[in-house]
């Protein structure tokens, strides 16, 4: 079933008819059976046609619009990127006291925090790596990030043992943070408890 069919079944079921979702969106009929034209279809909706639709069957335009919402739908793999910003915060650096620290213009690493930067020259590479003292390796998400035990902060040793604790348990979704770590500290330990009561 292509999404299109999906999407006209979903309208029905929430109005009756293709004709009474159209009323019910605000849209007009032929707006509506455009969506439906393979050789169109929703890949050329306007954003105010997609937030129409979207609040009446309750989903949000980018659901929609991404096809996440039907059947079959297969996520895009995302492209590896450099992960200065993660590392960053990690270690409790904004994008300033990374430019100082690895020697790179402010202005360029603004980008590199705002954006998630596939393309960058082996020399900033090489240099983020150096300032932030981890491979090249790790900044592109190849390897797994070491803890530096005699420099890191508290935080960061907490934050690396439970997730070490995780892996061992294959456990590696769970997403860590200054702010939650507290609660994770007390949540793991009763988590690794079922795990092992399962094994």
């Known amino acids: 079933m292509e999404k299109e069919d999906y999407l006209r079944g979903l309208m029905i079921a929430k109005s009756g008819s293709v004709k009474a979702f159209a009323r019910e969106a605000g849209l007009p009929y032929t707006t509506i059976t455009s969506l439906f034209d393979r050789n169109r279809g929703l890949d050329t909706a306007t954003i105010r046609t997609l937030d129409k639709i979207s609040k009446v069957l309750g989903f949000t335009t980018e659901e929609i619009r991404s096809g996440s919402i039907f059947p079959g739908y297969v996520p895009p793999e995302e492209e590896p990127y450099l992960r200065v910003k993660e590392i960053a915060e990690e270690k409790g650096l904004d994008y300033i006291g990374v430019s100082q620290l690895c020697g790179i213009p402010a ?40 803890l530096d035990e005699d420099s890191a902060r508290p935080v960061d040793k907490a934050i690396y043992h439970l997730q070490q604790a995780l892996r061992a ?16 500290m007390r949540v793991i330990p009763i988590i690794m408890h079922e795990i092992s009561k399962d094994k």
């Open 169 to 184: 348990y294959s456990v590696t979704d769970v997403a860590f943070s200054q702010s939650n770590i507290e609660m994770w």
């Open 107 to 146: 202005p360029t690493l603004l980008g590199m925090f705002t954006n998630k930067p596939t393309n960058v020259s082996v020399d900033y590479l090489i240099k983020l790596a150096k300032g932030l003292n981890v491979t090249t390796d790790q900044l592109v998400g190849l390897e797994e990030r070491q």
